[in-house]
């Protein structure tokens, strides 16, 4: 069974996946960058927490167009997993 540190890779490692499949590389390198911290430090920092809650904001990953998510909604409800499962 997974644990919250867990599941928040789990996402992660799926957001850095549809970013790099989509050619979004810097967003992606952002991402790997909190995948190291996270499995270094056990977790992530707050600081951490509130970039990776912004991104996944409508305004900064939600506006981008991924492949596997024909419809934008199931983006967007991608991404509040993720801003949920930080809180």
């Known amino acids: 069974m997974l644990g919250q540190r867990g599941i928040m890779r789990e996402k ?3 957001l850095y996946g549809y970013l790099l499949n989509n050619q979004y590389i810097h967003d992606a390198s952002i ?3 909190l995948l190291t911290e996270l499995d270094q430090k056990n977790g ?3 600081a ?7 991104m996944c904001s409508p305004r900064y990953l939600g506006d ?3 492949e ?3 419809d934008p909604y199931m983006w967007w409800n991608f ?9």
């Open 12 to 14: 992660l490692v799926k």
């Open 31 to 33: 991402v790997e960058a």
């Open 44 to 46: 992530l920092a707050d």
């Open 48 to 54: 951490s927490k509130e970039r990776l809650s912004s």
């Open 64 to 66: 981008l167009h991924i």
């Open 68 to 70: 596997e998510f024909p």
């Open 79 to 87: 991404l509040g997993e993720i801003k949920a499962a930080i809180e």
